[in-house]
Nanobody, 122 residues
Framework: QLQLVESGGGLVQSGGSLNLSCVAY??????IGWFRQAPGKEREGVSC????????NYADSVKGRFTISRDRTKNTVYLQMNSLEPEDTALYYC?????????????????WGQGTQVTVSS
């Protein structure tokens, strides 16, 4: 069964941290990306990690604060989020896509999870 399941979201104060998890059932051989969508805004790419060489990419807005990593033994990709800001509040999705290199463009990802809510209070 092809499925992506996110977890780890929650409510945190500004400056706090959260670690999101994405378990890829049957999709662990693909690139994995993290995306987010705030109310009234388009879904935007946050970060991705390639399957081929573990190369990573980040949106400028999260560079230096977020870290993506992969544990192949658990078919899981993590997004460690530090120094969270209210502007990071969104529904966070993980997605799986093909290609040698990963990107943070949502149209390159055919498989999507249901999302996990992250709320950062000021």
């Amino acid at each position: 069964q092809l499925q992506l399941v996110e977890s780890g979201g929650g409510l945190v104060q500004s400056g706090g941290s959260l670690n999101l998890s994405c378990v890829a059932y049957g999709l662990d051989y693909l690139n994995i990306g993290w995306f987010r969508q705030a109310p009234g805004k388009e879904r935007e790419g946050v970060s991705c990690i390639s399957n081929s060489d573990g190369d990573t990419n980040y949106a400028d807005s999260v560079k230096g604060r977020f870290t993506i990593s992969r544990d192949r033994t658990k078919n899981t990709v993590y997004l460690q989020m530090n120094s969270l800001e209210p502007e990071d509040t969104a529904l966070y999705y993980c997605a799986a896509g093909y290609g040698h290199y990963c990107s943070i463009y949502r149209w390159e990802y055919p498989y999507w999870g249901q999302g996990t809510q992250v709320t950062v209070s000021s």
